[in-house]
């Protein structure tokens, strides 16, 4: 055997009692990231499982604002065994009792075939043809967050526009639910002859109709795939079991990726923890390491022995990582299953595994490599000095170079298995510059301390706790990088979480409208606006022809082969006409058409957008509306603001492109909250088909969907905390012989216990305030820059998190501290020194 | 005494009274007890049975931080290893006792006793920066510097070469000259015993009792 390797074995005999930390740390971070990464892949493993089951068929094809014609019905006849045809859109489900009781809720039509594939979970049990039939009333069944908030009951009566159903139980589970991602109301099932006489499904109405198709065994999806993309031009959209619920994947990608990174940054404390553990492992080396080089071994030998134990220790400690990562996800799989609305396959996944413990091995290095490169320099004249025998010069250039390389893999790591390069690389730098902030306050209090000291005259506590950070042997370097980080990472969650809310709950609702109205025939619009315009709690009332429409081609050529993916050629956008031109301010480039403009189709393009796209004045573009293709060209460019929550049109045309296109009105309306009701109801007598939609509770759960990302943001980076809980720890243990041997000495020169006491708490507090205020500030620049570039809006420093931050550094601190304070305190004097003489 | 391992029989029966401004050199072979018998002096450990009085007051009867306030006001205490604090300064290891005594010229006194061993030029260095005689140097300087009562060294000049030693030990029997002082130095040297007023010898614990009667 090697003689490095026999050395190293000899040394790990001893046991792994000064590793403790070492393994913990790596443990910790390699755990946390591989339990993130095997929910992530469970989730997508369901979902790719279960993908005919979520979608509900094999395949669909859906259609904005209408049916399928014939030729299309007709094509998904040919190719699948059944078809099952739905209907879903926002309604309105009324109570007719006293009060009235009125509720949004998301309609879906059903044909007999409904589901084609799972089953309806329903309470009472009963099969879905016999909750749904026709007795002396159609047959309905409700979401039970819906028949909660309305106190129904099964047997009660609702209506839905005109048509009233017959309520026969609570809708448990819906198979395919999740497909259509998250409505805006829960759910209500009944059948499209119910919905006949509803008044609801009137021409121009808001409404999307999915055909699910049962293919025979055997067929070639992606060759039914290709017929089917001939309908994509009457705006017949694609959608098969390969990926059922692409809203759901994604965002379980982007949240995973995301959380995943959360997790790297408990790895770096971790590898703070670890680089410390490493450094205080060798000091005590110094004199075995002097001793093997006066009997001749080469920094060579000593580094490859000491390199092979911390890589021995690395194997240990990520393969504990793994266990406990990989286990995690199996404990607590009931209670994940039930937090999530689709099918999870929990299981042990390689991938991700293997994904952590990359990262785990490349933390491990980055960070041990810069002590154990050192040792190379430790010479044999150590042993014969008191001072100067820990080696705290820079290790040679080539260890440099590697320790580059490691970071520049453990990022580019990062930034491959994420799948979102800007953002890993954002946090990638946010943490380098994190950690270097925290290094250069842990050496400017350090020096600050050192001053201060001097100036401390007369305060023996004070003075001697100011020595301590300041002096030799400090501990302020490794208290302010792991705690710092990890307060830092929570300091950046919280201030982007409370921005967020505020700019929700607090600063938006004073701009924006009280209730959207849908769905407004045209014949309704005059008795709507007379309502609203003779209301004086009314102060302002904008509506707005709304058709829907797909980009389909931008100057003769398919849209996604110009604009990529962008958002606005991702399903359908909403249409607007207008015969006069806005405000002069609003239009941006080109001319507005005449009020009586009558020739071929013209349209005005968002700005913002268009620019994204790469498109301008005088390019033409295909909208595809009710089946119908507009080509029209790009007179204008118009300056359109979503912030508000007003209305906002990506596209607007001239009135006459969209005559005989049969549409509705939408209408904003900004009232009093006092008369919010009464508007409500007014409206719902007149024209029960209109759907209001309240702009809070929308606002509410769009803050609940935040609140929920929040949540988890902050238990990964709790388990980042936690880390930086256990290398502060093992700080404090590392330093506790220093303390009781400085106790020892001040009690012979007449210090009280309380002193002493005094002395470690204002250390302890010191260095955690300090590890705190920066944390607030990297949090404040991670906040700032995420709702300034993210976002894209303002960022206002929110203190009540940040003075959280710092009292519960200066408390994780102070705990830690004088966690291992009672030794040094009880111990007597003479015990102490004379172990020392 | 009582020890991590259970009770240890360390002195027997000693009975020794030292008078004011006396010096007196506790010697004997390793293991014999003296260090212990200075500690128990010095408050900083505890007899099982017995009892240690100093300057009237009954050592056993004090609390820790009564004793640690006792040293404070009336003792001064030299390591054979120095024991600085590793984390102060030259200047703030003299000036500690000087504060906690609550002077509030503890830095000028602190500065003036450093110049009195000599190492005025020394005030801002660390202990690792100072050699083995400078350092004991700062650590009589910070027994003295209170002006104690009673000046306890335990084998001062033991990690020391024989000049720098004797350098010491003149510094030393100097200061307590100067400060009048009552000096109890544990050491295994006779020509250091022998500048003192008197020596008591010990062996397993017990006074040499051939030597006390010589010396009556």
Redesign the interface.
């Known amino acids: 055997m090697n003689v490095a390797l026999r050395i190293a074995r000899r040394e790990l005999r001893g046991g792994l009692k000064g590793f403790r930390v070492f393994l913990a740390c790596l443990a910790l971070g390699v755990s946390a990231i591989a339990a993130v990464g095997s929910v992530r892949t469970s989730i997508e493993e369901g979902l790719a499982r279960e993908g005919a089951v979520i979608l509900g068929g094999d395949a669909e094809m859906s259609f904005t604002y209408r049916f399928a014609s014939d030729d299309e019905r007709a094509f998904m006849d040919s190719v699948a065994a059944a078809v099952s045809e739905t209907v879903d859109f926002r309604s309105m489900v009324v109570v007719d009792r006293d009060p009235v009781e009125r509720g949004l809720t998301q309609v879906r039509g059903v044909d007999a075939a409904w589901p084609l594939y799972g089953n309806v979970g329903l309470n009472p049990p009963m099969p879905i043809d016999a909750a749904l039939e026709t007795r002396a009333l159609p047959g309905a069944v409700m979401a039970p967050i819906l028949m909660d908030r309305l106190a129904l009951q099964v047997g009660d009566t609702f209506r839905l526009g005109t048509q009233d159903f017959e309520l026969r139980a609570a809708l448990i589970d819906e198979p395919d639910g999740a497909a259509g991602g998250f409505g805006l109301g829960p759910r209500t099932v009944v059948t499209l002859d119910g919905l006949a006489s509803s008044g609801l499904l009137e021409p121009g109405t808001l409404f999307e109709s999915q055909y699910r198709m049962a293919l025979p065994v055997g067929a070639d999806l992606t060759a039914v795939q290709v017929e089917a993309l001939a309908f994509e031009a009457t705006g017949a959209r694609w959608r098969d079991s390969r990926n059922g619920a692409p809203g759901i994947a994604e965002f379980v990608d982007r949240i995973g990726a995301f959380l995943v990174l959360v997790g790297l940054a408990g790895l770096a404390v971790g590898g703070v923890g670890v680089s410390s553990a490493v450094r205080a492992y060798l000091d005590g080396k110094v004199p075995t390491i002097a001793t093997l080089k006066t009997i001749g071994a080469t920094g060579r030998t000593i580094f490859a022995a000491y390199f092979t134990q911390i890589g021995a220790l690395t194997v240990l400690g990520s393969s504990l990582g793994l266990i406990l990562g990989a286990s995690a996800p199996i404990a607590f799989g009931p209670l994940i299953e039930a937090q999530l609305p689709v099918p999870v396959a929990i299981g042990v996944y390689a991938r991700p595994l293997a994904e952590a413990a990359l990262y785990g091995v490349l933390t491990a290095l980055v960070f041990a490599l810069w002590p154990l490169a050192r040792t190379e320099r430790i010479r044999a004249a150590a042993l014969f000095r008191?001072?100067?025998t820990r080696a705290r010069n820079w290790p040679r250039w080539p260890y440099l170079l590697v320790i580059v390389g490691l970071l520049l893999a453990l990022v580019g790591a990062a930034i491959a298995f994420s799948g979102i390069p800007m953002l890993a690389l954002a946090t990638a730098g946010g943490m380098l510059g994190a950690l270097v902030l925290l290094a250069l306050a842990a050496w400017a209090i350090r020096g600050a301390a050192k001053r201060l000291?001097?100036l401390a005259?007369?305060?023996?506590a004070l003075?001697?706790a100011l020595?301590?950070v300041?002096?030799?042997?400090?501990e302020a370097g490794s208290v302010v990088l792991s705690l710092g980080l990890g307060l830092a990472v929570l300091a950046a969650v919280g201030q982007i979480d409370t921005n967020l809310r505020n700019a929700i709950q607090r600063d938006l609702p004073d701009v924006a409208p009280s209730y959207f109205f849908v769905d407004i025939q045209p014949d309704q619009l005059q008795s709507f606006l007379d309502r609203m315009n003779g209301d004086t709690q009314v102060s302002r009332v904008e509506t707005a022809p709304m058709l829907r429409g797909i980009l389909t081609q931008i100057n003769g050529i398919r849209a996604a082969d110009v604009a990529g993916d962008h958002w606005v050629i991702q399903g359908d956008r909403g249409v607007t006409y207008m015969a006069g031109p806005p405000p002069a301010e609003e239009i941006v480039a080109g001319t507005w058409w005449p009020d009586d403009y009558a020739g071929p189709p013209l349209v005005a393009f968002a700005a913002e957008e268009a620019g994204e796209i790469g498109i301008g004045i005088g390019d033409r573009i295909t909208v595809n509306v009710l089946g119908r293709d507009i080509e029209a060209e790009i007179a204008a460019l118009r300056e359109v603001s979503f912030e508000n929550a007003g209305i906002g049109f990506i596209l607007t045309m001239n009135a006459s492109a969209l005559a005989g296109a049969p549409h509705t009105h939408i209408a904003t309306v900004y009232a009093e909250p006092e008369a919010e009701a009464q508007i409500l109801r007014d409206v719902a007598q007149d024209a029960p088909n209109i759907t209001a939609i309240r702009v809070r509770d929308a606002l509410d759960q769009v803050a609940e969907a935040l609140r929920s990302i929040a949540s988890a943001t902050s238990y990964a980076a709790l388990a980042t905390l936690i880390t930086g809980f256990v290398v502060l720890i093992g700080a404090a243990a590392a330093g506790e012989r220093?303390r009781v041997?400085?106790a020892?000495?001040?009690?012979?020169?007449?210090?009280?216990?309380?002193?002493i006491l005094r002395s470690f708490a204002l250390r302890a507090s010191l260095l955690g305030g300090a590890a705190g205020l920066v944390a607030i500030a990297t949090g404040a620049v991670a906040g700032w820059a995420v709702m300034t570039f993210v976002m894209d809006t303002t960022y206002r420093f929110e203190p009540i998190s940040a003075i959280a931050i710092v009292v519960g550094g200066v408390l994780a601190t102070l705990v830690a501290g004088l966690a291992f304070a009672w030794r040094p305190l009880s111990e007597?004097?003479?015990?102490v020194?004379?172990a020392?003489? | 005494m009582d020890?991590n391992a259970g009770r240890v029989d360390i002195l027997h029966g000693i009975s020794l009274e030292i008078a004011k401004g006396e010096s007196v050199a506790l010697t004997g072979p390793s293991g014999s007890g003296k260090?212990?018998l200075l500690?128990l002096m010095?408050g900083?450990?505890?007899a099982s049975a017995g009892s240690v009085k100093a300057l009237g007051r009954n050592l056993g009867d004090l609390g820790?931080?009564e004793?640690?306030?006792?040293?404070?006001?009336h003792m001064g205490?030299v390591?054979?290893?120095f024991?600085?604090?590793?984390?102060?300064t030259a200047l703030?290891n003299v000036?500690?006792?000087l504060?906690?005594?609550?002077h509030?010229d503890?830095?000028d006194r602190a500065e003036a006793e450093l110049k009195e061993v000599g190492l005025g030029h020394r005030v801002g260095h660390?202990p690792?920066?100072m050699s083995?005689g400078e350092q004991q140097r700062v650590a009589l300087a910070?027994a003295v510097a209170p002006k104690p009562d009673m000046l306890l060294a335990?084998?001062p000049t033991?990690n020391l070469d024989g000049v720098t030693g004797t350098q010491i030990m003149d510094l030393l029997m100097d200061l307590q000259a100067r400060n009048g002082a009552t000096l109890i130095l544990v050491t295994h040297s006779n020509d250091l015993a022998a500048r003192c007023d008197r020596e008591v010898r010990l062996r397993d614990g017990r006074l040499d009792e051939a030597l006390a009667e010589a010396a009556e």
């Open positions: 008191e001072t100067g000291a001097s005259k007369g305060r023996t003075r001697t020595g301590a300041g002096g030799p042997g400090s220093g041997f400085e020892a000495i001040l009690k012979t020169l007449g210090a009280s216990r309380g002193t007597r004097p003479a015990r020194l004379r020392r003489e | 020890s260090s212990s500690m010095g900083l450990d505890r820790e931080d004793l640690a306030r006792f040293r404070r006001d205490v390591f054979q290893s024991h600085l604090i590793p984390t102060m703030e000036a500690t006792p504060e906690l005594a609550g509030s503890a830095f660390y690792s920066q083995g910070r335990d084998e033991g």
